[in-house]
């Protein structure tokens, strides 16, 4: 089936289906989800949608702007409107507690990290009861953006204990490379993963557009001895990480 063929209307757009824009919208999203749009490939000019579909040129050029926002098309001055190309994604596996820096330097790419905060604070009602502290306690944070290769990964909050990071200011690249050196680098961990639409804020961090789908995981990291060395809140780029677990039956 041709481009064209897939646009005509009949059988997709309909008086009752809400707003032509958003029916042609989801009309193209279809053709590149099924791959008949290819990464990096044309759409067809304003004026042919235009007349395949019988809707008028300003119906045509909010749905692509519309796709335009989501990130799923990129408009070339002069060029037309193409198809995003998506960025491969980075795999990373749960069975193994591993630092964001070890992590991506195993994969060949370099990191850096834009802080957010970092410093003592009174600490959040989640964070006093994740780190079991007491309620006139203060608390170790560090906020930062995380990129990898150039390009915006994650955003990671982590709190942890005064007497397990006593200054953290001292954390310039990798948190649990640190901890590792004054024998408190965490063993085990626990992790929560949820699906999330990112907000505003964080989108601009990530430089993705707003209500993007993202990845926000809690994690729980413990000491040999049990106590709870590290909490960790961060929200990851939902186009850019596959998460994976290796299941054994059990006999």
Same mark, same amino acid.
């Given at each position: 089936m041709t481009v064209a063929d897939f646009l005509r209307p009949d059988g997709w757009l309909g008086k009752d289906s809400g707003p032509r824009y958003v029916q042609l919208r989801r009309r193209l999203e279809e053709a590149i989800n099924t791959g008949l749009l290819q990464p990096n490939s044309s759409l067809p000019p304003e004026r #042919?949608? /235009?007349d395949l579909t019988d809707l008028s040129r300003v119906t045509v050029r909010k749905a692509i702007q519309e796709l335009v926002k989501k990130g799923v098309v990129v408009q070339?001055?002069?060029s037309g409107s193409f198809v995003r190309e998506a960025e491969p994604k980075v795999e990373q596996s749960l069975s193994h507690l591993t630092s964001f820096t070890a992590d991506m330097r195993r994969r060949g790419l370099d990191t850096t990290s834009k802080w957010l905060e970092r410093g003592v604070f009174l600490p959040s009602p989640e964070e006093v009861v994740a780190l079991g502290l /007491?309620? $006139?306690a203060s608390v170790a944070r560090i906020y930062r953006l995380r990129e990898a290769g150039g390009r915006p990964m994650a955003l990671e909050k982590a709190a942890l204990p005064l007497d397990i990071l006593p200054n953290p200011l001292d954390? +310039? +690249?990798s948190l649990y490379a640190l901890l590792e050196q004054h024998g408190n680098r965490p063993v085990r961990a626990v992790q929560k993963i949820s699906a999330v639409n990112l907000e505003k804020p964080e989108c $601009? &961090? &990530?430089g993705v557009p #707003?209500? +993007?789908a993202g990845l926000s995981i809690q994690r729980t990291s413990y000491l040999e001895s049990g106590r709870v060395a590290e909490f960790t809140q961060s929200l990851y780029r939902g186009d850019a990480y596959d998460f994976v677990a290796e299941l054994r039956l059990s006999s």
């Open positions: #042919e949608i /235009a070339r001055q002069g /007491a309620s $006139d954390v +310039t +690249t $601009d &961090l &990530l #707003e209500g +993007t």
